[in-house]
Structure formats: structure tokens, C-alpha cells
């Protein structure tokens, strides 16, 4: 099929410095238009966009399309190694990697607060342009819309992400089998940690850097080599303990899982262990869980390990066979406990 | 990760471990006076490594779940009132007062802030001058130093807008309350390391001798529980009845004399009644009448301490060590961490929690439900 083919714009910030976004920019007249032309189209240009019609026409390429949605809404809207922007590309490009699509398609919607700064908002775009390239996926519909000041949080994003299922496997929780091997793609935590140090009131200083990045070329690149992965899962809000506890829910099986195998970087165990956060519940937006068949494991970890070395991959449990489908976690003195779901999210502990 | 890791590992995890299975030859109780040792206790399986004759009940030492109903409902009465920015600690988001909780006041529009420090409130009540600041000051002694150098920053700088409703608690009189009840089955004590890391454990050594019971100052990964374990019974089979410092690594007997000495300056020791346990005289810390400008108390009214509270509940029997949370018919079946009967089930540091979160596979007690 064809590929959408995604402009490079030597300079898609204009200056817009000092300006900021009004209710007249989401009503569809002239300061409409004029951030459009300004702050979105020359960064996500295409000749998708350029059809500047009320949606826009594509080719399908033949098989199965995958379809995801996702809003995107975070405090602080720009974060160590990331914004908004690079949360919404990714996140919805990893959606999309995790059913083992290739990404083709995003659209684009920003809800923006009246008042928010135009020079951020160009900034966020433009991470979505740097992120879309990335991922070779073609920004091709979008719509803007502005609230009253107080009535946002800045700028929403909800991204849509239409991607190609191009291999025959069933990748689902109903297809994890007893005997699997769990295979963990990505150090944990990391994201979790570095939007937590830089919320306000919580004065936290660290070098921890988000993990945000898209998924989708190892999960490729494994099915290219017939790896037959059984189910994949991004790991976002509620960390690897909730994704297991998911899919072994959903597979009615029970998941072994070794708590030393799991990667996790030694600042962001020891910002864990300040804050009294679990690094198994903390968010990440860069790694994912692959239930995979036991005896391609090995493969599979020595061919993510050889084409993206500066990950870390690691094979973490197994699927055993079904009483009562949950999680286990032999932990460093060896003893082995259930790994629940949270009930909300993680709060700071009192001392 | 350097001065963790090491205390984590199985080889000196399972030596400590036959050290007490040899030294133990008759059942004994021990109470672990910390919530962070509770929850360590279950998430790394140590009763598991431990003889069956060896039982350890779990101490009141999580501030989330003996501070009373009162103080909380205060807590909602002050974040719903206009011009307030009420900050607190992320634990005490969540849990209920009489009707409801800080995270619905903050959904009904209260401005309620999370915060890690009451000197990140102070900062909070710099920058807006305009806006009464107000931090909820709960937890024992680990926690009060820092609330009393808000206390004493904001009068140096005079602050008009910055509040705290004060409800520390100390550590040592609960400890005689308990050991002095008629029903008391404690028989040893792993007193709480970050609590004698400020206060020092010599005002311990009186308890140690009246009651004629080990008080071993612990702390808080697996190997430091394992060896303030072994230490507690190794006294209990010879006969002794010491404090002894474990946590030597970051306890001295004096604790932190300038943490210590900053809380006699901005505080009084106080009557407080205890969530589960009632009034323990000389158990809290109060603003002295020099910081009153400072007291939430002061500026918003006075907390009116109910009578009872919730009765389905047997938190106050856990608290004081009497029943474990598995022993309570509600664990696990009416009571659940996302419908908590009481404190205890909902702070993270909370004994009923701390069971339900790191279930073992063997001991999951009957009650508990397993993924419905």
C-alpha cells in the first residue's frame, strides 16, 4: 500500500511570542484560521491536511484496521522528557502497537483554555510533529476548540490512531496460554516519577526523565521474525502490577512473577522509596508486557536486547495454570505474595 | 541500591531467620509499634520466616488511622470554607470523617492541596498573601519537627495567612497505655526507628523497666525487622527486659537534639484522644499559647472530639494488638480497601491494609475475596 508521506518543515514555529490563545481562536472565523495556518499546519502539514475539506479522504490498504481513541490531560503539561504533545502521539501509537498494527493515521483535537500561551502551544505541536515522524504515522484530521479562562487545565488533546493489522496471530488476553513466558520491554517508573516531582507542592528534585516514546518498531520487528506473542499491553496509569493483574484476569490464569527480574533504575527506586510509592504501580509511557510462547522468550529478549541496546528487556514470570487469576511475586527474600490492583492511584505517605 | 538493597537480601534474610528459630522455644507476642514496619512485614513476606509460635501483632503507629474522626471532619469544615487553601499529605485524602472525605471536598471545589512538607505549605502561603493556608499536622514524632519549624518560620516572618491543625501524637505514652491494660498481650516491642532517629530511645528505658518488657528501637527493611525480631526474643528467652538499638545506623540515644529542641520551643505535650484507643494523657502535641496566632484551632474554632464512633469496626482492637485484621468477620468481604469500615483499612500504612495488599498465597485468610 501506500505510505502517507509526511513533510519535514524547516521551520514551523512562527514567533508568536508574548500572544495568547482567545475565545475568538476556536470560532471558527479569521484568528481561527489564522492558528491554523500559523501553529498547525506548518508543523503537521501533509497532503492529507491540505485537502483542507471537513474530513478527509484516505486509501485503505487491504486487511484488518485497528481503531483507538484516547484523551490526554496531564499536570505539568511540559515534563522531563516530554509534554502533552509527546504523551498524546505516543500513547496512542502504542495503543495501536499493542493489537500489533502498524500505525498509519492520527487525528488530532485540542480543547484549550483561553489564555494559554501560543509560543506553548506551538511547542506542544511541534513535539506531536517530531513524535508523528518518529513513528511514521500521518497527523490528517484535527479540530480546536477554546474555553472560557478557569474552564481548562491549559490545553486537552485527544488523539484517534488508525493503523494496519498485517500478520494472522490473535493478540489478546484470551490467547495467553498456561506456560507462557512474560517478557517485560522497558525499565519501569520512570514517567510516574518525573511528572510526580514536578507537581506543584511537592518540591523534589531529580535527573528522572519520562520514558514517553512509541512502541510500535519492537513490537513490529517481533512479528516480522514470528515471534508468536500472545498478548501485548502498554504499560501507563497503574504500572505493571495493574497491566498483569489485567490480563491475567481477563485470561483466568495465573501469573508468576519474579519482583529482582523487573528492571528498575536506581533513581527512580530510591525516588520510590522516598515518596512511598510501589515502582510496580507507577506509570510509564515507553514499555510494554508481552505474553509470549515460553519457548521463543529467549529469542525474542536477545533480539530486542540486539536492536534497541539501550533498553532494558527482560524476561519477568510466567503464565501458570488458573486458580483464582491473579498475580505473584516472589519478592528478594524469596517469599512469595499476591500482586493486587490498586485501589486508586498512589498518594505520597505521610512519613 | 546502596543502604537498601543490602537489606533486602535473602542470604542474611535467611541466617536471621535460623537465628530466631533457634533462639525461640516457647510462643511469644511481639508488637511492631511502626505502620511502615507492619507494611514491610507483609509486602516482604517476613512472617513467613518466622516460627509459628512467634506472633507479631501490629502497633498504632500509623497517623492515619488514629487520628480521630473529629479532627478530620475539621479538617473538611476548614477545606470547604472560601479563601482557604487546605493542604495536607496525600494519605489523608482519603479518609472518611463522619460524612465525607478531603478528595470529595476538593471535588466539590474546596481548594485542597497535596503537599509533601508543611514547609511547602509555608511556601504555598508566601506566594498567596491573599488566600488563608491552612496544613493538616498529623503524625508522630517523625513528622512534628517539620511542622514546627513551618510554625517557627511563618512567626519570624510573621506570616498572617498560614495555619496548622495540629494533631501530632507521641509515641512512647501510647505504648504505656497499651502495655498498662488489663487485656494486654504484648510481651515485646520493636519501637519505631524514624520515631527515635528524632526523639532518641531514653525516654524508653523507664517503659522498658516498669512493665519489665524488650523494647528493641527498629527499623524498617526486612533485615533490620528480622534482627530487632531476633534481639526482642533472644531478651524475652533470657529473661531481660532492655531497650536495645537495632537501627544504629541512624539512632543515637539522644536522638536529634535539635529536632528536639525546636518541638519543646513551638510545642506543649497534650491530652489527645486516639482513633481506636480514646484519650491518652500526655500524648499529644499541642501549639504552646507563643505560636497561637498559628493554631487552625484558633483562627477556625476549636475540634469537638465526638463520644463514639463507628462501632462494625474493630480497629481499636487491632491497634492495641489484641486481634489481627484476618481475626475481624468484615476483613476482606464488607471491608475492602475500596470500602473501608475503618482507618485502619484505609491508609497505605494501615495493619487491615497492609493484609489486604500483600495477601500471601498459604495465608489468605477465608474472608478475603480474590478478584470477584
Known amino acids: 500500500m501506500s505510505k502517507p508521506t509526511v513533510f519535514n518543515v524547516s521551520c514551523p514555529l512562527p514567533s508568536k511570542k508574548g500572544s495568547f490563545v482567545q475565545l475568538a481562536h476556536g470560532g471558527g472565523g479569521k484568528l481561527m484560521h489564522e492558528l491554523i495556518e500559523s501553529v498547525f499546519l506548518p508543523a503537521f502539514e501533509n ?76 511547542k506542544i505541536v511541534l513535539s506531536m510533529q517530531k513524535m508523528a515522524q518518529a513513528a511514521d504515522i500521518a497527523i490528517i484530521a484535527g479540530d480546536t476548540k477554546v474555553v472560557d479562562r478557569g474552564k481548562g487545565d491549559g490545553v486537552f488533546i485527544n488523539t484517534t490512531g488508525i493503523g494496519v493489522i498485517e500478520h494472522d496471530q490473535t493478540i489478546s488476553p484470551t ?24 507537581r506543584s507542592g511537592i518540591e523534589f528534585d531529580t535527573t528522572i526523565v519520562s520514558d514517553c516514546a512509541s512502541v510500535h518498531l519492537p513490537v513490529q520487528k517481533l512479528l516480522k521474525e514470528g515471534i508468536p506473542l500472545h498478548c501485548l499491553r502498554d504499560l501507563t496509569r497503574g504500572g505493571l502490577a495493574t497491566a498483569l493483574n489485567e490480563i491475567a484476569f481477563m485470561a483466568g490464569l495465573r501469573f508468576e512473577v519474579e519482583e529482582l527480574a523487573i528492571p528498575v533504575r536506581e533513581e527512580v527506586r530510591a525516588a520510590c522509596e522516598i ?77 | 541500591m546502596k543502604f537498601v538493597s543490602e537489606y533486602r537480601d535473602k542470604i542474611p534474610a535467611q541466617k536471621l ?100 512538607s508543611p514547609l511547602d505549605a509555608l511556601k504555598l502561603a508566601r506566594a498567596n498573601p491573599t488566600r488563608e493556608v491552612v496544613f493538616f499536622a498529623v503524625g508522630f514524632e517523625t513528622t512534628a519537627p517539620a511542622t514546627a519549624q513551618a510554625a517557627f518560620q511563618a512567626k519570624a516572618e510573621s506570616l498572617r495567612n498560614f495555619s496548622l491543625l495540629v494533631c501530632h501524637v507521641l509515641v512512647p505514652p501510647a505504648m504505656e497505655a497499651l502495655l498498662g491494660a488489663s487485656d494486654n498481650q504484648v510481651q515485646g516491642f520493636l519501637a519505631a526507628g524514624h520515631v527515635c532517629t528524632v526523639m532518641g530511645y531514653d525516654e524508653y528505658e523507664p517503659i522498658a523497666r516498669r512493665f519489665q518488657v524488650p523494647i528493641v528501637v527498629t527499623g ?69 499559647h507563643e ?55 484505609v491508609s497505605s500504612e494501615g495493619a487491615c ?12 485468610p477465608s474472608g478475603s475475596v480474590i478478584h470477584e
Open chain 1, 47 to 122: 497532503p492529507f491536511l491540505l485537502q483542507r475539506h471537513d474530513s478527509t479522504s484516505v486509501e485503505v490498504p487491504k486487511g484488518r484496521l485497528a481503531v483507538t481513541t484516547d484523551s490526554y490531560v496531564v499536570n505539568p503539561l511540559f515534563f522531563p522528557g516530554g509534554d502533552i504533545g509527546t504523551l498524546a502521539v505516543n500513547g496512542t501509537v502504542n495503543d495501536l502497537a499493542m493489537s500489533g498494527a502498524r500505525p498509519l493515521f492520527l487525528t488530532a483535537a485540542f480543547i484549550i483554555e483561553e489564555g494559554f500561551p501560543i509560543e506553548d502551544l506551538s
Open chain 2, 17 to 116: 531467620s535460623q537465628m530466631i528459630f533457634n533462639t525461640v522455644t516457647r510462643p511469644w507476642t511481639l508488637m511492631e509499634v511502626c505502620g511502615g514496619q507492619t507494611h514491610a512485614i507483609l509486602r516482604f513476606g517476613i512472617d513467613e520466616l518466622l516460627p509459628k509460635s512467634l506472633r507479631l501483632v501490629h502497633g498504632p503507629g500509623c497517623p492515619v488511622c488514629v487520628t480521630p474522626t473529629a479532627w478530620i471532619d475539621k479538617a473538611l469544615e476548614i477545606a470547604s470554607s472560601n479563601n482557604v487553601i487546605f493542604c495536607s499529605f496525600g494519605d489523608m485524602l482519603r479518609v472518611p470523617g463522619s460524612k465525607a472525605d478531603l478528595f470529595s471536598v476538593k471535588a466539590r471545589g474546596g481548594d485542597v492541596r497535596i503537599v509533601y
Open chain 2, 220 to 288: 524498617f527493611e526486612p533485615i533490620d525487622i528480622l534482627e530487632g525480631v531476633y534481639l526482642c526474643v533472644k531478651q524475652l528467652e533470657e529473661g531481660r527486659s532492655e531497650v536495645e538499638n537495632q537501627y544504629s545506623r541512624s539512632v543515637r540515644r539522644g536522638g536529634n537534639p535539635s529536632a528536639r529542641s525546636l518541638l519543646t520551643k513551638v510545642f506543649g505535650v497534650i491530652p489527645r484522644p486516639w482513633r481506636g484507643l480514646g484519650e491518652i494523657p500526655r500524648s499529644g502535641l499541642g501549639l504552646s
Open chain 1, 175 to 198: 490467547a495467553v496460554k498456561s506456560g507462557d513466558s512474560i517478557l517485560l520491554c522497558g525499565d519501569i517508573g520512570r514517567h510516574g516519577i518525573s511528572i510526580m516531582t514536578k
Open chain 1, 275 to 351: 515518596l512511598g510509592f510501589d515502582p510496580l504501580y507507577v506509570a510509564n509511557e515507553g514499555a510494554f508486557v508481552a505474553i509470549l510462547q515460553a519457548t521463543e522468550a529467549r529469542r525474542a529478549l536477545r533480539l530486542l536486547q540486539e536492536w534497541f541496546p539501550g533498553r532494558e528487556t527482560a524476561i519477568i514470570g510466567r503464565v501458570s495454570e488458573a486458580t483464582g487469576s491473579i498475580v505473584t511475586l516472589t519478592n528478594s527474600l524469596g517469599t512469595k505474595r499476591v500482586l493486587d490492583m490498586l485501589t486508586g492511584e498512589q498518594l505520597p505517605r505521610i512519613c
Open chain 2, 291 to 345: 505560636y497561637r496566632d498559628f493554631d487552625a484551632e484558633f483562627r477556625f474554632g476549636k475540634v469537638q472530639p465526638d463520644a463514639e464512633e463507628e462501632s462494625t469496626c474493630i480497629s481499636g482492637l487491632v491497634l492495641r494488638g489484641i486481634k489481627k485484621p484476618t481475626e475481624c468477620p468484615a476483613f476482606g468481604a464488607l471491608c475492602r480497601p475500596e470500602h473501608p469500615l475503618g482507618a485502619t483499612m
Open chain 2, 353 to 364: 491494609a497492609a493484609y489486604y495488599r500483600y495477601r500471601s498465597l498459604s495465608g489468605a
